[in-house]
């Protein structure tokens, strides 16, 4: 089962499970193969009866299942199912056909914005200002050299000529969505602080690290035609 048909509450469930050290440890142990509870209280010095209540209650979540086995019938084996482990993320962005990073003046964090996400997604990106500088900022172009990024040096540019209507727009700056209002209005905010207030290349690294660790979750999960609806908190979905 997909990750975007599983609940919220069905997904709390999940966590609530692991929430035990035991348990967690009896997942941890499926991930390398198939055990029998015996086997798992041999390996993890447990006692068979707290194992069993484990069992039960990984099993009660979804996250473990049994299997009798073809050779010896009195036995069973316990196995993990991975789609229940990666019920554990948020669900994947809506598909859309092309990202858009906004920034206040299309200088520095969504030029490396949108650079991260064409390199690290392989899918469409572009950056736009709401007040574009007429170059980009300097130490942004030395940060993307760094990280064998392309940014081209003037290619800056104003959110009217770059947004189309089926464009996901992502602000990384609290003026950028806090400014658009209007038709042009950004899906997502990305609190990311401006490096050039501070102007050092320590600045533009944090900004930089802080851009690929929020691009980072969504690098297996979008694409055009991975259309992923909103979680539900009752039931699944179709």
Not at 170 to 193: F, K, M, Q, Y
Request: net charge negative; hydrophobic share 45%; with cysteine.
């Amino acid at each position: 089962m997909d990750i975007e048909h599983y609940s919220l509450v069905e997904r709390a469930r999940i966590h609530a499970a692991l929430g035990d050290p035991a348990r967690l440890a009896i997942v941890d142990a499926l991930t390398l193969g198939d055990a029998s509870p015996g086997e798992i209280a041999h390996a993890l010095d447990m006692p068979t009866n707290l194992v069993a209540h484990h069992v039960k209650v990984l099993t009660d979540a979804g996250l473990v299942v049994r299997g009798r086995s073809e050779g010896d019938r009195r036995r069973t084996y316990l196995r993990l199912r991975p789609a229940a482990l990666s019920a554990l993320a948020p669900p994947p962005l809506a598909a859309a056909h092309r990202v858009v990073f906004v920034c206040t003046h299309n200088s520095a964090r969504s030029q490396l914005a949108a650079a991260l996400w064409k390199r690290r997604t392989n899918g469409d990106a572009a950056s736009a200002g709401t007040r574009p500088a007429p170059r980009v900022h300097p130490r942004a172009v030395a940060v993307a050299h760094r990280h064998a990024l392309d940014l081209d040096p003037a290619g800056t540019a104003h959110v009217d000529d770059v947004v189309r209507d089926d464009d996901l727009v992502i602000a990384v700056c609290d003026n950028a969505h806090e400014e658009l209002t209007g038709p042009v209005r950004p899906r997502l905010h990305w609190s990311v602080p401006d490096p050039a207030r501070v102007d050092t290349d320590e600045a533009f690294e944090a900004a930089y690290a802080d851009l690929a660790d929020r691009v980072a979750p969504h690098t297996a999960a979008t694409s055009p035609d991975a259309h992923a609806p909103a979680p539900t908190i009752h039931g699944r979905h179709p």
